[in-house]
Nanobody, 121 residues
Framework: QVQLVESGGGLVQAGGSLRLSCAAS????????MGWYRQAPGKQRELVADITSGGSTNYADSVKGRFTISRDNAKNTVYLQMNTLKPEDTAVYYC???????????????WGKGTLVTVSS
């Protein structure tokens, strides 16, 4: 019913920048929070940043001042601008959205398949 498709990952040198995008499609009434998570090899998935429908943001301490999350509610799309990338930012980045389907009262959690970000030193 609902799909999240990420794009924008790739290989970048330390100090460089990348911009991730995630578009939600399907039968959607509205989207509450949207966010980005990441999972590095051998580690648990962790929150990178999230944003409410009203634009309030939250960041992991490790990315504050370097990453910026934003969203376009009209396009059901969330972005992650990543600057001053470090090798420790290397991970698969996953998009997450709390989606309210038509005729329902509570949001459902959806995930994208992930996009790989590799930062070389």
């Amino acid at each position: 019913q609902v799909q999240l498709v990420e794009s924008g990952g790739g290989l970048v040198q330390a100090g460089g920048s990348l911009r991730l995008s995630c578009a939600a499609s399907g039968t959607i009434f509205s989207i509450n929070a949207m966010g980005w998570y990441r999972q590095a090899p051998g580690k648990q998935r962790e929150l990178v940043a999230d944003i409410t429908s009203g634009g309030s943001t939250n960041y992991a301490d490790s990315v504050k001042g370097r990453f910026t999350i934003s969203r376009d509610n009209a396009k059901n799309t969330v972005y992650l601008q990543m600057n001053t990338l470090k090798p420790e930012d290397t991970a698969v980045y996953y998009c997450n959205a709390d989606v309210l389907l038509p005729g329902t009262q509570f949001g459902m959690d959806y995930w994208g398949k992930g996009t790989l970000v590799t930062v070389s030193s």
